[in-house]
């Protein structure tokens, strides 16, 4: 039986997980819960799972959930913190969007924890402090993107003799679409990615191609191997869910069906193999598998995001920080598509990196970006 802490369980990812969860009661037991503003579901969530522990980042939200719950809880990031590294837990899935998951995976892996990583913008901002720590620790870090766990899971036993990383990207809903027309997209459309069903800040980064540029970012850390070492590439079908290359000319690759339930139970499961409800795919109706190079002319973010990655110290914080705005602004009706890029640029090329910075450096950093990239939108 595995205890369990789900940092952002009223997520896409949290949600599914606590289905993973509902189906192997006698595997996995949730000790604790924490959400950004849901106090409704998380305290459903807390009631169905018999949680010990719950917590919120909000005050407001922490009166409704304290009302709803008899369990210990807490409000703020030091509470969401406390719950990460909390003695009785053994595996801390940190399924939060954003930055706002830096702090409580830093916390999980000074305590030495088992963390399921489905917060890719930890290694983006903070890889370089993290990974050392882990090692340092002896926390494992299992990631749930299905890409990395697909990396991971071709990677075991054969690490020292890999050549490169091809990472896939569905492409997103704007992959055949006209430069000319991208300027002129609304949210609804954005929102409407064709495989999978994700929150809508990663679905818009996915359009942009954003997401693959913070994804590269984190395989980097997560497998050690150099940038010109991972190639994107286009796979619309998103049935190869990534690739490793070997010294030798051969390939493995991880295939499955479109379903985040699939990497968030192997990180649950780890290093065995548990049954699963998910659909199976079925190779003999599957067709043809597509693969081409991204265009970096329609979707720059990417080539923006692996420029801060190369860059390293608080640029790839600054570029994550400036991002999440720009997206927030996207959907709101404040920011055109392509101006979501454009602002992020602009924080970059305003920023003056800090090398080798400390976790209260980048955490300054993340907050500097975004005044600086409302500031630049409102202008």
Request: some cysteine.
């Amino acid at each position: 039986m595995k205890r369990v802490a789900i940092i952002g369980s009223t997520g896409s990812i949290g949600v599914q997980a606590l289905d993973v969860i509902r189906h192997n009661p006698d595997k996995l037991k949730v000790v604790a819960l924490a959400a950004g503003s849901n106090a409704r579901l998380l305290a459903e969530q807390v009631a169905e799972f018999k949680a010990e522990y719950a917590a919120v980042s909000d005050s407001a939200s922490y009166r409704e959930l304290n009302h709803r719950c008899e369990c210990w809880t807490g409000q703020g990031m030091e509470a969401i913190a406390f719950l990460a590294s909390l003695e009785d837990v053994d595996l801390v899935l940190v399924a939060v969007s954003g930055a706002a998951g830096i702090y409580p995976t830093y916390k999980a892996v000074a305590a030495g924890k088992t963390v399921g990583l489905a917060n890719k913008e930890s290694l983006v901002a903070a890889g370089d402090l993290i990974m050392p720590l882990a090692e340092s620790t002896g926390s494992t870090i299992l990631p749930v993107d299905s890409e990395h766990s697909a990396i991971f899971q071709c990677l075991q036993g054969e690490e020292k003799w890999v050549s490169r990383i091809w990472l896939t990207a569905s492409g997103g809903p704007f992959r055949e679409m006209e430069a000319s027309r991208l300027g002129l997209v609304t949210p609804e459309e954005a929102l409407r990615h064709p495989r999978w069903n994700m929150g809508k800040k990663i679905t818009i980064d996915s359009a942009t191609l954003m997401n693959k540029g913070l994804e590269v970012i984190e395989a980097h850390h997560l497998f050690a191997v150099s940038y010109d070492q991972i190639t994107v590439v286009i796979h619309p079908q998103s049935v190869v869910h990534s690739l490793v290359e070997f010294v030798d000319g051969s390939f493995l690759g991880h295939l499955g069906v479109p379903d985040m339930r699939i990497p968030i139970q192997y990180a649950f499961s780890y290093p065995e193999r548990w049954g699963a409800s998910a659909e199976r795919l079925d190779l003999l109706h599957l067709g043809a598998l597509d693969f081409s190079p991204p265009d970096i002319n329609r979707f720059p973010a990417l080539e923006l995001a692996l420029a801060a990655g190369r860059q390293s110290g608080t640029m790839p914080a600054v570029m994550n920080a400036a991002n999440e705005i720009a997206v927030g602004c996207f959907l709101e009706g404040a920011l055109g598509f392509t101006g979501i890029v454009s602002a992020v640029e602009k924080v970059m090329g305003h920023h003056q990196t800090i090398k080798n910075p400390d976790l209260s450096e980048i955490l300054a950093a993340d907050a500097w970006a975004r005044e600086a990239c409302i500031r630049f939108i409102k202008e």
